[in-house]
């Protein structure tokens, strides 16, 4: 695997999704909750839950017990949100294993600053002993914040909502959930489209089993270069390619001001045989 930071983020995908993005000039996001790995877009809320429920920290905890109370509360929270995954890397052999079909897929790629127009970028952050860190602080603002306010009368939720009156931590938990990712995953450079808004529908899950909430993100069309490429598998070098040299006349005026450029990134070994 090579990486090559050419100021484009690479989406991996099968046949026919390659053909929706370029015909609709859209990528697919999906729910946060319905992503394939299942602590995506939770790790901050994950850690924040495991200092509450274990002992020692529960001993050690520094604030008072209504305090603790009111993060939990705190925690009950979220926001319905939305991720397309891309990556800095375009020819990574186990993002096609886990991310396209098990006889071939394609990845295509997109300007950075193209994207940002269509919603926020989060660049995620493989960093286990920063996440600590950052929970720590975070707990120490909230309790600061609950001792300020707390007249020993108010509901836990109502406390946890007073204490962040701006929504000003909440918004931090929820971004800072968004950047954070195990380290498990950290040669894929992951970079995150994120929206929390749109009109929802449904697809099939990949197997079939599952409907699986998305909305559509727009790319704007603009005149600029989509690059696109062929995966691993039994025709990377031939039929596939030839079919991407059709791309344009098949698409036709969908494509808008978009112009297609097709990416070499060198022949792999196919992953079924490996």
Not at 70 to 82: K, P, V
Not at 122 to 149: L, T
Not at 182 to 194: D, G, I, N
Request: proline share 4%; glycine share 8%.
């Amino acid at each position: 695997m090579t990486w090559l930071d050419d100021g484009y983020l690479y989406h991996y995908t099968s046949a026919s999704g390659l053909l929706g993005i370029l015909k609709t000039r859209s990528v697919w996001a999906t729910d946060s909750d319905y992503l394939n790995d299942g602590t995506d877009c939770k790790v901050i809320d994950n850690h924040l839950r495991t200092y509450l429920n274990e002992g020692n920290f529960r001993r050690t905890f520094p604030g008072t017990a209504r305090q603790q109370d009111a993060l939990e509360a705190h925690l009950c929270r979220g926001m319905r949100t939305f991720v397309a995954s891309f990556s800095r890397v375009p020819n990574s052999l186990t993002q096609f294993r886990m991310y396209a079909p098990d006889d071939g897929g394609f990845v295509v790629g997109f300007p950075r600053e193209i994207l940002k127009k269509s919603a926020q970028l989060v660049d995620v952050v493989y960093d286990e002993n920063g996440e600590e860190q950052w929970c720590q602080n975070f707990i120490s603002e909230f309790c600061k914040k609950i001792e300020e306010r707390d007249d020993g009368r108010t509901d836990m939720l109502s406390l946890a909502d007073l204490a962040d009156s701006d929504q000003r931590l909440f918004n931090q938990r929820i971004a800072e959930g968004m950047r954070r990712k195990s380290q498990e995953f950290e040669q894929e450079k992951e970079v995150r489209l994120v929206c929390h808004a749109g009109a929802v529908k449904l697809r099939p899950s990949r197997k079939n089993n599952v409907l699986v909430p998305y909305v559509e993100i727009q790319i704007p069309n603009e005149e600029f270069q989509v690059k696109v490429a062929a995966g691993p598998g039994p025709f990377q070098n031939s039929i596939a390619r030839a079919g991407l040299s059709y791309l344009p006349i098949a698409i036709g005026e969908e494509l808008g001001l978009w112009n297609i450029g097709v990416l070499s990134i060198g022949s792999s070994a196919h992953r079924i045989g490996m």
